[in-house]
Nanobody
Framework: QVQLVESGGGLVQAGGSLRLSCVAS????????MGWYRQAPGKQRELVAA???????NYADSVKGRFTISRANAKNTVYLQMNSLKPEDTAVYYC???????????????WGQGTQVTVSS
C-alpha cells in the first residue's frame, strides 16, 4: 500500500505565495516521476508541473516563471513553490507519483487526496 499526503494549501491574496508538499509512504521500491495536477470547478484536471527522478521538470505554460517544482528523493517528497499567485490559480491541487512497489511489478500512478488553494483578488 502506498499513500500520498499533501499539505500547504490555503487562502492567499493575489500576488502572494504558497508552498505545497507531498510525501509518499508505504511499500516503495522506487519513484519515477512526481508532480502536481489541479482542477478548478467546472474544468478538467490539468497538469501543473512534473519532475523526474533525475530532476528534469515540465510546467504548464500558465505557471512558467511563477511556480517551481522540486523533490527530495531521500524523503520521497515533492514540493511546489507557487509565487505571484493569481485568482485563476484557484483549484484543488493533487499530487501524483509513479511508483514501483518492488522489482517484479510495473510502476503505478498514485494520487493524493487533494489540497485546496484559493487566491483572492
Amino acid at each position: 500500500q502506498v499513500q500520498l499526503v499533501e499539505s500547504g494549501g490555503g487562502l492567499v491574496q493575489a500576488g502572494g505565495s504558497l508552498r505545497l508538499s507531498c510525501v509518499a509512504s508505504g511499500s516503495i521500491f522506487s519513484i519515477n516521476s512526481m508532480g502536481w495536477y489541479r482542477q478548478a470547478p467546472g474544468k478538467q484536471r490539468e497538469l501543473v508541473a512534473a519532475i523526474t527522478s533525475s530532476g528534469s521538470t515540465n510546467y504548464a505554460d500558465s505557471v512558467k516563471g511563477r511556480f517551481t517544482i522540486s523533490r527530495a528523493n531521500a524523503k520521497n517528497t515533492v514540493y511546489l513553490q507557487m509565487n505571484s499567485l493569481k485568482p485563476e490559480d484557484t483549484a484543488v491541487y493533487y499530487c501524483y507519483a509513479r511508483i514501483r512497489a518492488s522489482t517484479v511489478v510495473a510502476a503505478t500512478d498514485y494520487w493524493g487526496q487533494g489540497t485546496q488553494v484559493t487566491v483572492s483578488s
